[in-house]
């Protein structure tokens, strides 16, 4: 087996791997000129130093290292939850926190965001697809706790929050599900939701967190399996309306476009994987995730013929680790006694657990289903 890093430019696809430590085949997969990251699932966890030598080993394949992400939000989107991994309150708990005390709420974010960034990089992982920016209109089962508030400017400003604590610890952040998956009930893993309002109101109220200034610290942006048919016939991840004229041209949004996994249920309108895969390309996305399907995502990467995308790809190369401070530990061992650190886990620590009631949500799915 090759030992030597394959010097290649990240490509603009997103795959899984099975297990807890790759096998060859995975190895050669992740090799292929189209591949530029990886997306981790709780079934690639059982330890804290397997997670370590997970990562690592998926490092040395390439030069530049492939993206290494996961769901890892708080509350039922948790991909590792022991041994050197805190748990994280879900986003509206603390939006219940904003309600009754600004200060705390802001104070107790920004904590959940460095913690969360923090013992991701310490395990060799790059980006994190948080936060979510959808409102808590109190029907959606996608979205349910998730969300921080009802508020766009509560989401905003929260939302921002978290971003700081996550850049503190070095890590860039991911806005999610544009522009917005909060107003419908139906689930895009499972079906094909559909938000009958006009364009004026999806503006004003779901798009706000991205027109924030909060816009302009994400790394990257996750749009929606959602169809806006007053807007367009196309789910939003497969509309050059939404991703390059609202997104890129009016809010101005420079990062990655990364869509949501191309296997789930509401992606499934645009066809077989390679329509999909072009959909969503030539629509606007920068790099396509393809999750718990190793037989089409094998498929996509014999069909598949993109042609190059100099800015697209130069997006996906500057994309992480951002590791802004030297000082920040590199491994488990040297977070555990890390000063900032361990005052951000308490805090975290103290945070209570999510009290409201009457909203439908999903039931926890913190396995290998791409919940994002």
């Not at 139906?186 to 094909?192: E, K, L, P, R, V």
Request: hydrophobic letters at 45%; charged letters at 25%; a negative charge.
């Amino acid at each position: 087996m090759n030992t030597v890093a394959l010097k290649l430019p990240r490509g603009p696809v997103m795959l899984d791997v099975a297990g807890t430590e790759l096998d060859d085949g995975e190895r050669e997969r992740l090799c292929d000129p189209l591949v530029g990251g990886v997306i981790l699932f709780a079934r690639n966890f059982t330890d804290s130093e397997q997670l370590s030598a997970l990562t690592a080993d998926i490092r040395r394949l390439r030069e530049p290292a492939l993206v290494i992400a996961v769901d890892h939000e708080g509350g039922r989107v948790q991909r590792f939850r022991t041994d050197g991994f805190t748990r994280l309150p879900a986003m509206r708990t603390l939006g219940q926190m904003w309600d009754h005390d600004h200060l705390a709420a802001l104070d107790a974010t920004r904590a959940t965001g460095y913690v969360l960034a923090a013992e991701l990089l310490a395990h060799g992982v790059d980006l994190s697809f948080t936060p979510v920016l959808d409102l808590d209109y109190g029907v959606s089962r996608a979205i349910g706790n998730r969300a921080f508030h009802r508020d766009p400017q509560v989401v905003a400003t929260l939302a921002q929050a978290l971003a700081a604590g996550m850049a503190e610890a070095g890590m860039g952040c991911v806005g999610k599900h544009f522009p917005g998956h909060g107003f419908v009930e139906a689930d895009s893993h499972h079906d094909i939701p559909v938000d009958d309002r006009e364009f004026d109101a999806v503006w004003a109220q779901d798009i706000a967190p991205y027109r924030h200034r909060l816009g302009r610290q994400l790394a990257g942006v996750m749009p929606a399996h959602v169809i806006y048919p007053r807007v367009d016939s196309a789910p939003a991840g497969f509309s050059a309306f939404w991703l390059k004229d609202v997104l890129r041209t009016r809010i101005g949004f420079s990062g990655v476009i990364f869509s949501d996994d191309l296997n789930m249920e509401g992606a499934k309108v645009a066809g077989d994987i390679l329509a999909r895969a072009k959909a969503a390309y030539e629509a606007g996305c920068d790099m396509l995730l393809v999750c718990n399907r190793p037989d089409l995502a094998a498929e996509l990467l014999d069909r598949w013929a993109p042609a190059p995308d100099s800015e697209s790809l130069a997006r996906i190369a500057a994309l992480a680790p951002v590791r802004l401070r030297l000082t920040q530990p590199t491994d488990p061992f040297a977070l555990e006694v890390h000063g900032p650190y361990l005052a951000a886990r308490t805090l975290v620590q103290a945070i209570p657990a999510d009290t409201a009631t009457g909203t439908v949500m999903a039931a926890a799915i913190i396995g290998d289903k791409k919940e994002s």
